[in-house]
């Protein structure tokens, strides 16, 4: 019997894979950072100390300290977990919701399917942004309420992509060979449906985490995300407005926190694409 | 009783245009430890009459007559109840076995998988007997192969874990749509050869769904020629091999290469299979008939006893039975 071992080429793959190695590793610090701020931090993230306000980086303060005398680096360790809570609980909102939505059109069809996927249309249709401003606006502002709200919109993107992809799999000889075995629709779904198009979700998930942040640094930017004083790296990215003529740093290291969380995530995800979409590899 | 009677079955596909009558009224019995042998061209109509068997057809479309296992009305059942049936009493094979398993899942718990829909078998009882039916459809090695993956194995070996997931139950009919036309010519003898002896071990009913007179003339023992959705000849295949009644059935035979048959260029019949959409009112071969004349454009040919359980929808049967002579 002839065995193709099919694991080896995957993982030479991955470590060939520059952009996937730089979004990992980029993405691994802004986790890593974010759990060691759960324990620890330089300083306390809120403390305030105006004898020692924009003070320059010194080996007290790594990134110096804003106007209030806040410690910088402390804030944005904070900031990073809070970025991290708002990708995980909006992408779960979207892969939730849309993964469901999007796997029950595709098994039933019909206007099963119309009805769900005209509702995915008419959420696309208004700008993800300014949904979530809409929503921010009538729920009131603050950290929940954004999280929601970027939740909400995430929504359609996973319920679109699954129902595609869960389309091509249905259509598939195997499909038919698990109803010839006597399979109800549900049962095909969880089983062989949902598992094919994991690493596609996985991917995309990847991808719209980078968003969420991306989103939520936006919404606290407006200040309808989160909060005083909790920080969050749209909002010191606000605060640092008023100072950027004096301090541009404190502009700089928010926005450069902000950038490097969400360009680790979407190399990542373009990176894992790469590596596990088969339609990908065979092309190869 | 026989353990399959289909009557009168017509399927009908919802389309822009109106439904589309992609089978009609076509009837046949089938006994347990009988094959019986589907033949016909592209669009002839006898895939959808695999997939109305086993309760399969695709969106919109509608099957109307009877198909009766054990006395029991198929097209009557819901779907849960021919949930049940699927897998246990009719299982299926298909073309392409490549394409046919779940790539992310062992062999052996996609073979094991209808013992654990219908018998209640826990993991790895189940998973025993799937080792179990590997061996029985002969692919060495059972163990080692219920553990593979899909893309470890060869066509061929693919063919057999599908076989060996249809019998896992023990059903009373097989349908074997086109089950070895992805495969190669020598596998192709071994696959209906393993197909012909688990018929006699396990006395099941097999129908094989083909495009190739070779493999029903080899395996099967009634045959039912199709075309344009019609049955146009049925016959032992003994008979059928000795002579040929209907003019389409005589073309197809005629187009079929031979051993040994010199450079001599194969005879088409002429012509394509007839447009669906704009089926003629008449006899559905009469354009492409050598044979055919005016009256056969009037109305359906009835079908007409050539011989003892061997019969040909054909107004033109003593024309063509002269041509065939000469």
């Known amino acids: 019997m002839s065995v193709v071992v099919g694991e080896a080429p995957a993982r030479r793959r991955i470590f060939r894979h520059a952009g996937l190695i730089v979004g990992a590793a980029l993405t691994a610090l ?37 106007h209030f005398g806040r410690d910088v680096a402390s804030m944005l360790m904070v900031g990073a977990q809070n970025s991290m809570m708002v990708g995980i609980v909006a992408v779960s909102i979207g892969v939730g919701i849309g993964v469901a939505c999007g796997l029950a059109a595709a098994a039933r069809g019909g206007w099963v399917e119309e009805a769900l996927m005209r509702l995915a249309d008419f959420t696309f249709a208004f700008p993800a942004v300014l949904s979530a401003i809409l929503i921010t606006a009538l729920l009131g502002p603050g950290a929940f309420n954004s999280i929601l709200a970027i939740g909400i919109f995430n929504v359609p993107a996973f319920a679109r992509l699954s129902r595609g992809a869960a389309r091509g799999i249905w259509v598939r000889d195997f499909i038919l060979a698990a109803r010839v075995a006597g399979k109800g629709r549900l049962r095909i779904t969880v089983e062989h449906v949902l598992p094919n198009i994991a690493s596609l979700l996985i991917v995309q998930a990847t991808i719209q985490f980078g968003v969420a942040i991306l989103a939520e640094a936006g919404l606290s930017y407006l200040g309808l995300g989160t909060q005083p004083p909790n920080p969050s790296w749209g909002r010191t990215l606000n605060e640092a407005q008023t100072f950027l003529f004096i301090a541009p740093r404190l502009a700089i290291y928010p926005g450069l926190a902000i950038v490097l969380a969400v360009l680790g995530l979407n190399l990542l995800g373009d990176g894992l694409r790469d590596v596990f979409d088969p339609r990908l590899i065979r092309r190869r | ?166 019998l896992a139950c023990q059903p009373d009919l097989l349908v074997a749509d086109e089950p070895t036309t992805a495969l190669d010519v020598t596998l192709q003898a071994q696959i209906l050869d393993l197909l012909v002896e688990l018929v006699e071990e396990s006395g099941m009913a097999l129908i094989i769904v083909s495009h190739d007179l070779g493999v029903i003339a080899e395996t099967a023992d009634d045959v039912l020629v199709m075309y344009g959705g019609t049955v146009v000849e049925h016959a032992p295949v003994a008979a059928l091999l000795r002579h040929r009644a209907h003019p389409y059935t005589q073309g197809l035979f005629a187009a079929r290469p031979r051993l040994g048959g010199g450079a001599a260029p194969l005879q088409a019949i002429p012509g394509t299979v007839p447009d669906l959409a704009a089926l003629p009112s008449g006899c559905r071969f009469a354009d492409r008939c050598p044979l055919a004349i005016a009256a056969c454009n009037a109305a359906p040919p009835p079908m007409h006893e050539v011989a003892f359980g061997h019969g040909a929808a054909c107004i033109r049967l003593d024309a063509a039975r002269a041509g065939a002579g000469a």
């Not at chain 2, 017509?10 to 589907?38: H, K, N, Q, W």
């Not at chain 2, 309760?55 to 009557?76: F, K, M, N, V």
């Not at chain 2, 009493?89 to 073309?95: H, K």
Request: proline share 5%; charged share 20%.
């Open chain 2, 1 to 166: 009783m026989a353990l399959l009677e289909v009557a009168d079955l017509s399927m009908a596909l919802a389309t822009a245009r109106g439904p589309l009558e992609v089978v009609r009224r076509i009837g046949f019995t089938l006994d347990r430890g009988r094959i019986l042998g589907i033949v016909g061209e592209s669009g002839s109509g006898k895939t959808m009459t695999a997939l109305a068997l086993i309760g399969l057809l695709p969106d919109g479309a509608r099957a109307t007559g009877s198909i009766r296992l054990d006395g029991r009305e198929l097209l009557a059942l819901p779907e849960a109840a021919l949930c049940r049936l699927r897998g246990d009493r009719i299982a299926m094979i298909f073309q392409e076995p490549m394409t046919a398993l779940n790539p992310l899942q062992p062999i052996g718990r996609q073979v094991a998988e209808p013992l654990r829909l219908h018998r209640d078998m826990d993991g790895s009882a189940a998973q025993a007997e799937a080792v179990r039916l590997l061996d029985r459809v002969r692919l060495p090695e059972a163990a080692r192969i219920s553990a593979a993956f899909p893309h470890q194995l060869s066509g061929g070996q693919r063919q057999r874990a599908m076989i060996a997931m249809a």
């Open chain 1, 30 to 66: 802004v986790v890593l950072v974010a759990i060691v701020s759960l324990v620890w931090t330089p300083q306390s993230a809120t403390a305030i100390d105006v004898a020692h306000k924009l003070a320059l980086p010194s080996a007290a303060h790594w990134l110096g300290t804003d």
